[in-house]
């Protein structure tokens, strides 16, 4: 059987061999087979569904999706999860799930991925908060081929800023467009070498800085999505240009 048809029907273990805090609030969760057979090579956007293996009845029926945010593979998966004030899973995830303990998955899934005619044009990843998770991905797997690449980050300041550094040693190898937004900078936050604009992503900035024939790729919070596609239209992005998964 072929890499790309590994797969499987319904749910099967998999267990967490490591947990790493990317910035205060969000954690990345690294899981393997349990019984350390291969798994299923995700498409670079795809989520993993998942319920926690528990005798909780609280938690038993619960499943969520999280993006993966790891390089395509078949020996791990990575999620990486923002808690959430009252939120089930991710409180659950951040403050009971240990290494050891295990989850329930399925395939991933999801057709939020890098179309075959984004090959024959520049794509632009615009990504706020943790909506950078499937834009990473894209990220690992696009880099490997090419450079037309205009990655845009959009968060608070330096202390909420998941996977900033590797971002940009990605960037500083390949030698694509890295751009970042702190709409809130702390004192420290130094402008040039930190961030590279205050504020938000908006449509003069879009006009001015990024290619409007190429693909758009974005997620992040219900507002800041309405926004990018709000500007993108209004400068006069073709619809089937515009790519988004929502994060609410």
């Not at 504020?199 to 997620?219: M, S």
Request: contains cysteine.
């Amino acid at each position: 059987m072929s890499i790309s048809n590994i797969s499987w029907m319904g749910f099967k273990e998999l267990v967490l061999v490591d947990r790493v805090e990317e910035c205060p609030g969000i954690v990345s969760f690294y899981f393997k087979d349990k019984n350390g057979d291969k798994l299923a090579k995700h498409k670079p956007g795809q989520f993993l569904p998942f319920k926690i293996k528990t005798d909780d009845s609280k938690y038993k029926d619960a499943i969520r999706t999280y993006s993966l945010s790891i390089v395509s593979n078949e020996n791990m998966y990575r999620i990486s999860v923002k808690k959430i004030d009252g939120g089930l899973i991710s409180s659950y995830l951040h403050d009971k799930l240990n290494i050891g303990d295990s989850i329930e998955a399925m395939a991933p899934s999801g057709v939020f991925t890098i179309k075959e005619s984004s090959k024959n044009k520049p794509i632009v990843l615009i990504s706020a908060g943790i909506g950078v998770t499937p834009l990473l991905s894209m990220l690992y797997e696009e880099s490997k081929t090419r450079d037309d690449i205009y990655f845009v980050q959009a968060v608070q300041n330096s202390d909420i800023h998941p996977f900033k550094d590797d971002i940009k040693y990605i960037s500083d190898d390949k030698g694509f467009k890295n751009t970042i937004f702190y709409s809130n900078p702390l004192d420290k936050d130094q402008e040039g070498i930190d961030y590279d604009f205050i504020g938000r992503v908006n449509t003069e900035w879009i006009k001015n800085n990024l290619p409007l024939d190429a693909d758009y790729y974005f997620c992040g919070p219900p507002p800041f999505m309405k926004g990018v596609e709000a500007s993108l239209l209004e400068l006069g992005v073709d619809k089937d240009s515009i790519n988004y998964e929502l994060f609410s």
